[in-house]
């Protein structure tokens, strides 16, 4: 552009301030995109740019390699960047922008959540805020991110259903306007769940996120059918599985995905949503759409989903071909696994915890835990324990037992559930039951909980049956120490 000024970067990187105008450098142009930061989709993320050249803040981005971008960037132009200035940018530039500057700001995230990585946020539900209501609030919901919170610009953001020969897309708007909407309430759990309890000496120590018991969140989920998209672009008549393709990718271009088997998908109960809880998903819950697949591990219900293809293979991402896969518990070291031979994980098993008492503190930290009744548990002469049970496949909790004496003798708890239809019972169960306090010891005691689903499956007493390295699906007994301070 001849009829333009020439500015260095020395002067684009004075302007970084409101009163001095935000300016950036791409290519051989100067910008001033102090009006475009209202507009920006990503809101104010724009301004970790300026005073710097895009070159390297936009690498990790890919969503904004496409040519609109720099048609919009061009009406900003003020300038030109002085010959040779641009090379030595994109060299000296060496700071790549945050790949995680589109996570969201998290609101109480230590009150509500044990925080067990930041980058990438995941982050479970404290116990006692698990059990206070039956549905779980979306901000105290359980996070769980392989990667950064990918940037979504809704206006130009359309999903791709197809198979191998041939796609159709859908924005945002047609996908919510031509389908019926429906709404379930499901319970999603990561299978790596209660993960830390299946550390134990005999066997080792699990790899993977050290979670205790709240990586599970029980929501309502309102979508379209996964079913009725299919067979309304006639995708539903071959293929095996369904494959979810995220819109979070790493800097090699492999994004998050997952598949299920064609029958699930088929299923009255997968759902494409975009709401949670009645409100428009959160970024961190998959904004602007997820699937959620009832019943099977949290890792199918794919987050920022991007592409469904329907195909005769499963998806060949690594979180479906060499993670969340039980390993024989003789393997020790998963580098040395034929994975192709061990099934992905599709459907959960039952499952119950103990949330109420509860430590603020760390529940893997916490080895007995000193409790004063509160008031009207002593006015009762009872202490109160709480929690919640779930199974897979839509299996309902038939009941939930407590024992205080490593199970010899079980007590009925009382249970607060959904009436659900046979084979779709995806909320969770949560249960209560006071024991007399005259009957517990003044010493610390053990508290252990299970559960039954209705077709008899019941959880096992230790994670000795069940152990494997990559420390998924643990449903043991879940056990609490109490000690009683009167
Ligand atoms: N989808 C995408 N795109 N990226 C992810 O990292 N994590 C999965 C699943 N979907 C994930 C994803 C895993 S392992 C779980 S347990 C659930 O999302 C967690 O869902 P939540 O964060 O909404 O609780
Ligand atoms: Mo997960």
Redesign the pocket.
């Known amino acids: 552009k001849p009829a333009l000024p020439t500015f260095s970067m020395t002067e684009v990187a004075k302007h970084t301030t409101k009163e001095n105008g935000y300016w950036l450098a791409y290519k051989d142009g100067v910008y001033d995109v102090s009006s475009f930061v209202e507009n920006h989709p990503g809101g104010k993320q724009i301004l970790k740019t300026a005073g710097k050249a895009l070159e390297a803040c936009w690498k990790v981005f890919t969503i904004h390699q496409i040519d609109h971008v720099y048609e919009i960037l061009e009406e900003y132009r003020i300038g030109n960047l002085p010959p040779g200035e641009r090379e030595a940018n994109a060299k000296a530039q060496e700071e790549v922008l945050d790949l995680f500057q589109y996570d969201p700001e998290r609101i109480n995230a230590n009150e509500n959540f044990f925080i067990r990585s930041e980058r ?1 946020f995941n982050a479970e539900t404290k116990p006692s805020i698990l059990v206070s209501s039956f549905i779980t609030p979306v901000e105290k ?7 950064h919170v990918p940037f979504v610009n809704i206006n130009e953001y359309k999903l791709e259903i197809g198979n191998e020969k041939s796609a159709y897309s859908l924005s945002y708007d047609d996908l919510k306007d031509k389908y019926q909407s429906y709404t379930i309430t499901s319970a ?5 769940n209660r993960r830390s309890a299946m550390n134990n000496e005999e066997q080792g120590t699990v790899q993977g996120t050290p979670w205790y018991v709240g ?1 599970i ?1 029980n929501g309502t989920w309102t979508g379209v059918k996964l079913r009725d998209v299919l067979e309304s672009f006639g995708f539903d008549k071959e293929g095996k599985h369904v494959q979810f393709i ?3 990718c790493d800097t090699s271009q492999r ?4 598949s299920i088997p064609i029958e699930k998908a088929l299923s009255d109960d997968v759902l494409i949503a975009y709401k949670m809880n009645d409100e428009v998903l959160t970024t ?3 904004y602007p759409l ?1 699937i959620v697949v009832p019943g099977t ?9 991007n592409r469904i293809v329907v195909s005769d293979k499963e998806s060949d991402s690594h ?1 479906q071909k060499a993670d ?1 896969k039980v390993l024989p518990s003789s393997i020790k070291q998963p580098q040395q696994v034929d994975y192709d031979r061990e099934p992905a994980l599709q459907e959960f098993n039952v499952q119950s915890a103990i949330c109420y008492p509860a430590s603020s503190e760390d529940g893997n930290k916490v080895k007995i835990l000193s409790i004063k009744p509160n008031d009207e548990d002593i006015k009762n002469q009872k202490l109160t324990i709480k929690g919640y049970a779930v199974s897979g496949g839509g299996r309902q909790i038939q009941n939930v037992q407590i024992s205080i004496d490593h199970g010899k003798t079980w007590f009925q708890t009382e249970l607060e559930q959904l009436a659900q239809p046979y084979m779709g019972a995806y909320a969770w169960t949560l249960w209560t039951y006071r024991i007399p306090l005259n009957d517990l010891p003044s010493k610390p005691f053990d508290v252990m909980c299970r559960a039954m689903d209705t077709h008899a499956n019941s959880q096992p007493d230790t994670p000795l049956g069940i152990w494997n390295i990559r420390g998924v699906m643990n449903n043991s007994w879940h056990k609490i120490t109490l000690q009683i301070d009167q």
């Open positions: 990438p919901f359980y996070v769980r991110n392989h990667m999603i759990q990561c299978s790596g990586a969140g995220g819109l979070d994004c998050y995905g997952a961190d819950h998959g997820r591990v949290g890792a199918r219900s794919v987050k920022w989903v979180w969340y």
